[in-house]
C-alpha cells in the first residue's frame, strides 16, 4: 500500500544533542511537509517542500532544518534540542495542486 | 497564528449517539477538510468541503460550511467507540497550505 512512513516512532535525546528525523514516502507527491504538534494543540507547520524547493515558515525556529534529497525521503534535523522541542513532529506529503495531505503515524521526540 | 477555533474542546458521548463539532475560522478560504487523529498517531483526511459548496456527505459524516459566518460543522451519526479520536479542522486559505485548528475531543464510551 502507498504510505508515508516516519523512522524512529520513538525517539529520546538529550538536551543539545542533534537528532535527526527521518521520513519516506511511497505516493509520489511532489509536496512534503513538517509538522511539530505539542500535547492537545493544533499541528503547527515548521516547513515544505515544493520538489526541491524548500520554503521556510517565518517563525520556524533556526534550531530546526530540514533535507530532501530525492522525491521519496525528507529529513528533520533538530541541531540543539531543547526542552521546548519535545513534542510529536509529523510528516505529510501532497500531490502538486491538491490540498488533501497524507501523514505518516509521527515521531515522539523526548528530550531529556 | 491558528485560523480555526474548535467548539467543544472535548466531547462525551454514548455509542450510538450523534456527535457534532463545529470550526470557526478568520480569512476567506479555497475548501475547509476535517481530519481525524487517533491517539498518538497521524491524522488521517476525512472529507473536503469547498468555499463554494454548502453541505457534504460521506458515510456516517456530514460536513456543512457557511462562508457568511465563517464556520463549519461535523456531524458524526450513530457514533461508536472506535470513532473515539481527536478531530481537527483545516482551511486552505492559498497555496495549498493548511492551518489546523485546536481540534476537538471526542470519546465515544461502549
Known amino acids: 500500500d502507498a504510505m508515508v512512513i516516519q523512522n524512529p516512532r520513538y525517539q529520546v535525546t538529550q538536551f543539545g544533542k542533534p537528532v535527526t528525523l527521518s521520513c519516506s514516502q511511497t505516493?509520489?507527491?511532489?509536496?512534503m511537509y513538517w509538522y511539530q504538534q505539542k500535547s492537545s494543540q493544533a499541528p503547527k507547520l515548521l516547513f515544505h517542500?515544493?520538489?526541491?524547493?524548500?520554503?521556510n515558515e517565518a517563525d520556524t525556529p533556526d534550531n530546526f532544518q530540514s533535507r530532501r534529497p530525492n522525491t521519496s525521503f525528507c529529513f528533520l534535523d533538530i541541531r540543539s534540542p531543547g526542552l521546548g522541542d519535545a513534542a510529536m513532529y509529523l510528516c505529510?506529503?501532497?500531490?502538486?495542486?491538491?490540498?488533501?495531505?497524507?501523514f505518516g503515524p509521527g515521531t515522539r521526540l523526548t528530550v531529556l | 497564528s491558528q485560523q480555526g477555533e474548535e467548539d467543544p474542546q472535548a466531547l462525551s458521548i454514548q455509542e450510538g449517539e450523534n456527535a457534532t463539532m463545529n470550526c470557526s475560522y478568520k480569512?476567506?478560504?479555497?475548501?475547509l477538510q476535517w481530519y481525524r487523529q487517533n491517539s498518538g498517531r497521524g491524522l488521517v483526511h476525512l472529507i473536503l468541503?469547498?468555499?463554494?459548496?454548502r453541505e457534504k456527505h460521506s458515510g456516517r459524516l456530514r460536513v456543512t460550511l457557511d462562508t457568511s459566518k465563517k464556520s463549519s460543522s461535523l456531524l458524526i451519526t450513530a457514533s461508536r467507540a472506535a470513532d473515539t479520536a481527536s478531530y481537527f479542522c483545516?482551511?486552505?486559505?492559498?497555496?495549498?497550505?493548511?492551518?489546523f485548528g485546536g481540534g476537538t475531543r471526542l470519546m465515544v464510551k461502549p
Open positions: 480569512t476567506s478560504i479555497n475548501n
Open positions: 483545516a482551511t486552505d486559505n492559498a497555496g495549498n497550505m493548511l492551518t
Open positions: 505516493l509520489n507527491h511532489n509536496v
Open positions: 517542500y515544493y520538489d526541491k524547493d524548500f520554503n
Open positions: 505529510a506529503t501532497s500531490r502538486a495542486g491538491f490540498s488533501e495531505q497524507f
Open positions: 468541503i469547498r468555499s463554494n459548496e
